[in-house]
């Protein structure tokens, strides 16, 4: 299977660098990419192809990966367009719909679109997928094969719930980050150095995502495990309560949602 990647930035150097561990050989990837130091680093740590554009003979690959910001993915698939010659589209470019990027190239309508999340860069990541119409069940087949190289992957049945899927686990990692960062800054001010407090916070949310992970009981059935009556971690969560933080970050995760819909009807204007 060859692929061209159109961008080479952090997600598709993820993707790139899972693909060959996989056991995809570096001559079956292309990379356009317009930065002059990214194409030096593909090459320098994989060992594949990179150029500044497109070919003008057309597109000598089997699959088509689209990796760039989302304001540039329009030019690109305009460029795209006149080369495609029917291949297999997987766009991993943030709020675009397959119905704006299928116009843009043309009618195109072999499209599959995923929406990744950051851990990808350590192949832990967890991908929504959504399949186009027209796209085939052997090309839901290699969009798996593609995506499961970086992490686990979720089907979705509507194109509407990739709005969830960029709100919960795309944007999710940060919201891991913002909490990882007030139970560090706690430990600090109760006497920690800054080294220990990373270390103490950072382990406690591994440690507790593999439990969750390896367990089939509801979050809510593990925290109350630790939760003794009258307890330490009782007067935590009274007070977390009090506020209506998970109330707060559902809240919080709704407008992000509502943020990737707005994006897209954006976008997808022109």
Do not use: C
């Amino acid at each position: 299977m060859r692929i061209l990647f159109v961008g080479g930035g952090n997600m598709g150097s993820a993707l790139i660098g899972g693909l060959l561990k996989q056991g995809l050989a570096a001559g079956d990837i292309l990379v356009v990419e317009v930065s002059e130091d990214a194409r030096l680093r593909l090459r320098e740590t994989f060992g594949v192809a990179s150029q500044a554009e497109l070919d003008e003979t057309g597109v000598v690959a089997d699959v088509v990966l689209l990796a760039v910001k989302p304001q540039h993915l329009r030019d690109a698939a305009q460029r795209l367009r006149p080369r495609l010659r029917g291949r297999l589209v997987v766009s991993i470019v943030a709020g675009i719909r397959t119905a704006d990027l299928s116009r843009w190239l043309g009618g195109h309508g072999r499209i599959v679109r995923a929406m990744p999340n950051t851990p990808a860069l350590l192949r832990a990541g967890i991908t929504g997928l959504y399949a186009a119409l027209d796209a085939t069940q052997a090309d839901r087949k290699i969009a798996e094969h593609i995506l499961g190289a970086v992490g686990t992957i979720m089907w979705l049945d509507s194109e509407d719930r990739m709005d969830g899927v960029t709100a919960v686990s795309g944007s999710g990692p940060a919201y891991v980050f913002y909490f990882i960062e007030a139970l560090q800054q706690a430990a600090q001010e109760l006497g920690f150095s800054e080294e220990q407090a990373r270390r103490l916070a950072v382990e406690t949310f591994v440690g507790a995502a593999k439990l969750a992970a390896g367990n089939p009981e509801p979050p809510a059935t593990l925290r109350a495990r630790v939760t003794s009556k009258g307890g330490t971690t009782e007067r935590a969560l009274e007070i977390m309560e009090s506020f209506e933080l998970k109330g707060r970050v559902v809240e919080a995760v709704r407008a992000a949602a509502k943020r990737s819909g707005e994006l897209g009807d954006e976008f997808g204007k022109t």
